[in-house]
């Protein structure tokens, strides 16, 4: 049983409704920091049971905390479509504590995109709740945050002066966590004017505070700052110390941001020690976490959403100015007792009027209905027809077709042990035949495959591959190959089976070609949703090449045809020494699951 199945069942036992949001609540702020698959279970159910009380302030709170885990798992275009959802609820609510941390973990976002105009805005939003209300942990937290916005734009007069406000009031908090973070702001920013002596004070202050409160995330954190402060003083070597102890905290607890931020300084400091090979390396693991992070689509997503919301708070201010003008001709008309009448009498004659139309329109809808009834059941039966027609040719194919491959597998396996030592063109000419023979019958079994299914959804082309991908890395060991499928997918998006068979042997022959020709390490094939279309994408960090170099084999040839086939764009990208980059894409159906 899963952490979160685990906690879900013990908030099940409680009567009440108030002591199981409570609960939720108490776990999730116990986890968020470090476990966020299982953060995200839990905000999903807590948003469920706030749902069923239409509970506004818990609902908006839970959609906070599903926002934050995305953030944390890397899907930044999905975290601002929580927030701004989160946003609409809790903001009619004036609830001081949910609203003020939902502005600060928004101005966080804002912050990691370098939008500081924005980040500050929400930031500010947030310190004036906190500041009516007295909340000394509020105040002190976002002077911390806000203070890095002033630092990383240079304002470090500022920043410093809300470092030490923060620190102040944490100390007379006895707030340890609270004072790690300020003496680690207050180190960092020291660093940015090269006061280096104060810069290491501050930031081995923090993390012996943090060593004994035993946060780990916080330790991680200050290992990536005083990495930062030894590359500073020209210390590579102690600085590389310090990241690489930061990134073993990260992968524990599976944050890609510090990871792909420490890779970044790994590769500099090795290119300062002259070991290429290794910053090398490093590059390559930044590009790879980095693309998966803030993209440029993810980042124009966050800037459609917060145009949207914008928007919508200037159209609300319209709609009030409207309705203020709409009352006061109101009470203008009804100075005008004889307009009632009339207002009366056209409404008892456009009543009679809709009433006939409703009528007629009744009767129009119920032919309607009874022809397209008539029309599904005769696609039903024609469906049903072709599935039983596709499932006795892919049982023929498996069973015949099969078989005999099976046959002509064994013979060549006989053939070869008989001749064993006599002759090697014989020998390398039976090899041949047989790996030839074993990818046909594999793409007979691919073929059954898709014919057995009268569509393919995401899972199932996610399923294949990754079977497909198990047996790569057993014929490759050492390789790495990752499958990423964005959350805005959905998991029932459907394709044809004509469809699903081409775009898996795309991937497949992409896959193929790093695995065999380019020599490549790390493979990456993601999965997106845009406006009206799937796109996919396949990168390597193999040798490359350049295309009009080499000579076009049937496999780019047969790319390009089925991408062709899908009624999308294929786009190959690719330079020496700098891996190769495919992206294709299907237009999605309207009629699509």
């Known amino acids: 049983m899963s952490i979160a199945d685990s906690i879900i069942k013990s908030v099940q036992e409680k009567e009440s409704y108030e002591e199981r949001i409570g609960l939720l609540q108490k776990e999730i702020q116990t986890i968020y920091l470090t476990q966020y698959e299982e953060t995200l279970a839990l905000a999903r159910y807590g948003y469920t049971l706030a749902n069923s009380r239409n509970d506004s302030i818990n609902k908006g709170d839970f959609l906070r905390s599903i926002g934050g885990a995305y953030q944390k798992l890397g899907f930044i275009d999905s975290v601002s479509i929580y927030f701004f959802k989160a946003l ?13 941390l939902l502005y600060d973990d928004m101005a966080r976002l804002y912050r990691k995109l370098e939008q500081p105009k924005r980040a500050l805005e929400f930031y500010d939003r947030a310190l004036e709740l906190y500041e009516k209300e007295n909340d000394l942990e509020g105040i002190a937290r976002i002077n911390n945050e806000s203070g890095a916005v002033y630092s990383d734009n240079g304002d470090y007069k500022i920043a410093n002066e809300r470092f030490e406000k923060s620190l102040r009031i944490q100390i007379q908090r006895n707030d340890s966590v609270g004072i790690g973070y300020s003496l680690e702001f207050l180190g960092y920013n020291q660093l940015q004017i090269r006061n280096y002596q104060r810069a290491e004070s501050y930031l081995m202050q923090a993390l012996k505070v943090r060593k004994n409160v035993g946060d780990e995330f916080a330790i991680m954190l200050n290992y990536t700052a005083l990495g930062e402060y030894y590359k500073e003083i020209n210390k590579a070597l102690t600085s590389n110390e310090y990241f690489e102890k930061s990134n073993s905290l990260a992968r524990k607890i599976n944050f890609l941001d510090i990871q792909a931020y420490n890779h970044r300084q790994l590769m500099e400091n090795y290119e300062v020690l002259g070991d290429y090979k290794a910053a090398y390396e490093n590059l390559n693991a930044y590009n790879i976490l980095n693309d998966s992070l803030y993209n440029t689509q993810k980042i124009r997503d966050v800037e459609e959403i917060t145009a949207k919301y914008e928007t919508a708070e200037k159209e609300n201010e319209i709609l009030q100015q409207r309705a203020k003008i709409a009352e006061s001709e109101l009470r203008l008309k009804k100075r005008s007792q004889w307009i009632f009448g009339l207002l009366g009498l056209a409404l008892i004659v456009g009543l009679l009027g809709f009433l006939f139309y409703r009528q007629q329109v009744f009767i129009n809808e119920r032919q309607k209905r009874d022809g397209e009834l008539k029309l599904a059941m005769e696609k039903i039966e024609s469906h049903t027809k072709l599935q ?3 499932l006795s040719i892919s049982r023929d194919l498996h069973d015949n077709i ?15 042990f008989h001749v064993q030592g006599t ?20 793409e007979l079994r691919d073929t059954v495959w898709a014919m057995n299914k009268s569509d393919i959804t995401i899972q199932d082309l996610q399923a294949r591959m990754a079977n497909f991908v198990e047996k790569a890395k057993h014929a490759y060991p050492g390789r790495h190959i990752a499958i990423q499928v964005a959350a805005t997918v959905p998991s029932t998006l459907g394709f044809t089976a004509l469809e699903g068979l081409n775009i898996f042997r795309i991937l497949q022959e992409a896959l193929n070609n790093a695995l065999k020709h380019a020599g490549a390490q790390a493979m990456l094939v993601r999965i997106e949703k845009e406006e009206n279309a799937v796109l996919f994408e396949i990168s390597d960090d193999g040798k490359g090449f350049l295309e009009n170099e080499v000579e076009p084999g049937n496999g780019l040839y047969n790319m390009r045809k089925r991408a062709k086939e899908l009624g999308g764009e294929f786009h190959l990208e690719s330079r020496p020494g700098q891996g190769t980059r495919i992206v294709f894409q299907l237009e999605e159906k309207k009629d699509s699951k």
Request: glycine share 8%.
């Open 88 to 100: 609409k609820l809790l903001e009619p609510t004036k609830d001081s504590e949910k609203l003020g």
């Open 423 to 442: 002759n090697d063109k014989v020998l390398t000419g039976l090899a041949n035949l047989g790996t030839f023979t074993k990818e046909t019958m594999q």
């Open 388 to 390: 039983e027609q596709r």
């Open 402 to 416: 099969g078989a005999q491959l099976s046959f002509v597998i064994s013979t060549i396996d006989t053939l070869t």
